[in-house]
């Protein structure tokens, strides 16, 4: 995202760098479009190079950066600048040779390559980004010259852009200062080297642009805190006898590929881990046994597999956890009521799977930040106190209770609502208050048994 500076600088900028700032702008066009992801902090009228004028000093130009001693340009931020055009290879961009920050994301660069002048760069640029500017063709050799780089980003070029084996080898052979690479939809579709290593790697990004064999060496990438393999296609399942040196990782996302087999016991063992992401696979089997809860976790997806047994108590032990998916499963048996502790939930879904017995509504009751509760297509027994659980989950938003096989007790006490089955409706006197929540000016929406349905009047 743009930072704009404005700073009192003891040295001007200069004439010539001026100069190649003012001829770059000339030759761009501004438009009036820009990304979703820019709308939230960027008025659609205002375009960043405005008061780019050559009667004033550039180091006072919006998202220029000048370095305070020498006044020589050091950082060039357009980012969702409304800009679109080509960067030709004899650019003015480059003769900004003390540059150390280029952000040109989300701007409309299309068709066009990303020259291989970039490599200029090589002695100053320590931070790159190029995503979302609709550059096309193969990544440039040169751009492994940026010996510097800490952080390098080229993600969301609309698959127009492709990586080829050599480059990506020499950018892990070169960036050894690299702490943040994000490549998603970059076309990586010749595969992975058998072997990579940046020590100092701690954000990898790698999500929509791989297929085959999982590279089980990025587990080793011993300093990483963030990992997204998610959307590839990748097939085969995870060893538990694999060399995993994560300890350090807070987020992993291998969600939506083709993963199979057991789900191996150290995904759960990352002490820093906060985020977990590993649904739309075909996961098999019971979940394995943890022996500790993770204290930092605060989203675990494990829907849209295959796994099936009993849900194992620690799944529901985590202090910090806020959102908790396991729908879609194969899970039977009773869930663990006895061991919930999840004071920060605010989404569980246990739907369609095959869980049976009785529902505690009291322990649900004790998850008072819940706001969706899905207990849907499974086959609970017993009755339902419904009032005293929603009187209890006064920040639920969404409840589907449908097709769950149970008995709903205490429906009606003080109010009214009218309950629709299919084309008969029903009036249900005296419903309690509880059931009358309205959350962001949005009434709660829930789904009873058998297609009953009910709203808030």
Not at 30 to 45: A, G, R
Not at 100 to 119: H, K, M, R, V
Not at 375 to 383: A, E, I, P, Q, V
Request: proline share 4%; net charge negative; aromatic share 12%.
């Amino acid at each position: 995202m743009a930072c704009f500076a404005f700073s009192n600088n003891i040295h001007k900028c200069s004439e010539k760098e001026s100069e190649a700032l003012l001829l770059f702008k000339h030759n761009l066009s501004s438009i009036d479009f820009t990304y979703h992801e820019c709308h939230d902090w960027i008025d659609s009228d205002y375009h960043p190079m405005m008061n780019w004028n050559a009667s004033t000093d550039c180091c006072n130009w919006n998202g220029v950066t000048c370095d305070r001693f020498t006044g020589d340009v050091i950082g060039l931020d357009l980012s969702c600048g409304m800009v679109s055009g080509t960067i030709h290879p004899n650019s003015s961009l480059f003769k900004l040779t003390h540059l150390q920050t280029l952000n040109l994301a989300y701007n409309f660069f299309f068709p066009s390559q990303i020259p291989s002048e970039i490599g200029r760069f090589s002695n100053s640029l320590t931070h790159l980004n190029l995503s979302a500017c609709s550059f096309s063709g193969q990544v440039p050799m040169d751009i492994t010259l940026l010996h510097k780089l800490v952080s390098l980003d080229l993600s969301s070029n609309g698959y127009g852009l492709k990586l080829g084996p050599h480059v990506f080898i020499n950018m892990f052979r070169n960036f050894t200062n690299l702490e943040e690479l994000s490549l998603e939809k970059v076309d990586i579709s010749s595969g992975l080297p058998t072997s990579l290593n940046i020590s100092s790697l701690k954000f990898l990004n790698l999500a929509d642009t791989l297929q085959g064999k999982l590279p089980h060496y990025i587990f080793n990438f011993h300093s990483l805190q963030t990992l997204d393999l998610s959307y590839n296609s990748f097939t085969g399942d995870i060893s538990s006898d694999i060399s995993v040196n994560l300890t350090h990782l807070t987020s992993l996302d291998l969600s939506r590929n083709i993963l199979n087999g057991t789900l191996p016991s150290w995904l759960f063992t990352s002490p820093s881990l906060e985020y977990l992401s590993l649904n739309d696979n075909m996961f098999s089997g019971n979940v394995p046994f943890q022996s500790f809860a993770l204290p930092s976790l605060t989203s675990l997806d494990l829907s849209f597999n295959k796994l099936n047994g009993t849900l194992p108590s620690w799944l529901f032990t985590f202090p910090s956890l806020e959102y908790l998916n396991l729908r879609n499963n194969m899970f039977s048996g009773k869930v663990p009521f006895v061991s919930f502790a999840l004071p920060s939930l605010k989404m569980l879904n246990l739907g369609y799977n095959q869980l049976a017995g009785p529902i505690d509504v009291h322990t649900f009751g004790q998850l008072t930040n819940l706001t969706d509760l899905y207990l849907s297509f499974n086959n609970f027994s017993g009755d339902w106190e419904l009032d005293t659980l929603l009187s209890s989950l006064t920040n639920l938003e969404y409840l589907d209770l449908s097709y769950s096989a149970s008995r709903f007790k205490q429906l009606c006490s003080e109010s009214s609502v009218e309950l629709e089955r299919g084309e008969r409706m029903l009036q249900c006197e005296q419903i309690s208050d509880s059931c009358k929540f309205v959350a962001s000016d949005h009434p709660l929406s829930y789904t009873l048994d058998n297609e009953l349905k009910g709203s808030k009047l």
